[in-house]
């Protein structure tokens, strides 16, 4: 029998593989990535420079071992190039040779690529983005120049331009101020996660990233980055100019305003995409034996959202491996509330439907850190919390609607 092939060995790859293999333990799964396929936590790239741990310390399991424990044949650092879905056939690189490979069924675990802006200057492309662990350790080599693989304990405060006060900005700008360093932040937007918080959370999120040292740039965006002429009064070599006139000196730039799913692949096998792969409620997507899953997914069963979090995945890998091994399994999504790690101000937030009707309520007497999401008769449909109301996240869950 031709193998179930996975493509791609993050968060969603690996879990399809564990989830399968616990139903069925004997039909053959080739798992093809283009990175290493050793397994990390990719939440913990925002947390980690505090922690002082290093990109090697942040992998969980080499990726051989996943691999025997789970008895799926790996393709490490192979790049698949293209699908055949007429002919149920993969085409991959992998140490310069191109191979093509059958599949039974096929699942696509690609992932997402960051947004970029084009900037102007003539170091812009020394601006980097973190959605890997590759990504992470180039930033972290920035930082941390002399660092070795068990030991990050360097200590000098370098400069970092963060554009986008978004998730993964305002985390790794925490992170990044914990850690010892200067950071900025830049953001079109007059506050942090503007898009995803009621006004009055937003502001006690800046107030308190502003306490632990985080500058901010709101109103305003990065217009260029250059290389900045070496001097006696100046050691950081890139200069950052802003749209407000402003320029800043940094050692570092990250971009983080977002991700898009990576519909590459699928888009040119002719597959149906949208803002990701479309799926049904079943994961499939637009061709028979093909399924989609993780970032790289729209998904029917959240109204047509892509949801590139971690509790999705891992309710929708446990919901495709029923189907592949042989129980065709609807995915239905519970509520799955976001935890922001800002230890500035621990957030969390169920955000509704971006289609959903209604408005924020703050709670009276809460000091401010507990909005909910009320629809136009009154019913609960997401909840925000800040500080120690992060506790009551169980109780809030269970009070709020799908
Ligand atoms: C810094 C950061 C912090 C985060 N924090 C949180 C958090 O606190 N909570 C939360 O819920 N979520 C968080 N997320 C989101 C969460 O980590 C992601 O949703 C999840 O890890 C995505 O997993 P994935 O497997 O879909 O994609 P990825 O991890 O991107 O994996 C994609 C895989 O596909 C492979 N691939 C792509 N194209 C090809 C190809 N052509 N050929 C072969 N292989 C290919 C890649 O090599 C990779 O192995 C965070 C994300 C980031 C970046």
Not at 65 to 74: G, M, Y
Not at 248 to 257: E, G, N, P, Q
Not at 293 to 309: H, K, N, V, W
Request: some cysteine.
């Amino acid at each position: 029998m031709n193998p179930l092939i996975i493509i791609g060995a993050g968060l969603a790859g690996w879990t399809t593989a564990r989830e399968f293999r616990k139903l069925d333990a004997s039909t053959p799964v080739v798992l093809i990535t283009a990175d290493s396929g050793d397994f990390y936590a990719k939440p913990s790239l925002s947390n980690a420079f505090a922690q002082r741990r290093t990109p090697v310390q942040l992998i969980s399991t080499p990726a051989a071992t996943l691999a025997q424990n789970l008895n799926v044949t790996l393709m490490a650092h192979g790049r698949v190039n293209a699908l055949d879905v007429a002919g149920r056939t993969v085409q991959f690189t992998q140490d310069g040779t191109t191979h093509t490979l059958a599949y039974h069924r096929l699942v696509l675990a690609t992932g997402a690529h960051p947004i970029r802006v084009p900037l102007q200057g003539d170091a812009a492309d020394q601006v980097q983005s973190v959605n890997s662990l590759a990504d992470f350790s180039r930033f972290h080599s920035v930082l941390n120049p002399h660092a070795t693989g068990a030991d990050s304990s360097e200590n000098n405060s370098k400069t970092v331009v963060i554009l986008g006060a978004g998730l993964i900005g305002c985390e790794f700008a925490n992170d990044l101020a914990l850690a010892g360093h200067q950071v900025h932040v830049a953001d079109p937007a007059q506050r942090p996660l503007a898009a995803l918080l009621p006004e009055a959370a937003s502001l006690q999120l800046r107030t308190a990233l502003a306490a632990a040292g985080v500058h901010w740039h709101l109103g305003t965006t990065v217009q260029a980055v250059d290389a900045a002429a070496p001097s006696p009064t100046e050691a950081r070599p890139l200069r950052v100019r802003l749209a407000d006139g402003s320029t800043l000196a940094a050692d570092a730039v990250l971009s983080a305003i977002g991700l898009r799913a990576d519909t590459t692949l699928a888009h040119a096998a002719g597959l149906a995409c949208e803002r990701g792969i479309v799926v049904d409620a079943t994961l499939q997507t637009s061709t028979d034996h093909v399924y989609a899953l993780g970032d790289c997914a729209q998904y029917a069963s959240a109204g047509g959202r892509t949801l590139p979090f971690v509790m999705p995945i891992m309710a929708a890998a446990r919901a495709l491996a029923a189907t592949l091994a042989g129980t065709p399994t609807p995915l239905v999504f519970a509520l799955m509330p976001v935890s922001v790690k800002t230890p500035a101000l621990p957030v969390v937030v169920a955000a509704a439907h971006p289609s959903q009707a209604g408005q924020w309520v703050a709670d009276p007497g809460c000091d401010d850190g507990v909005w909910r999401f009320l629809d136009t008769v009154g019913t609960q449909r997401g909840f925000v919390l800040t500080g120690p109301h992060t506790a009551q996240r169980a109780a809030f869950s269970k009070a709020t609607a799908p």
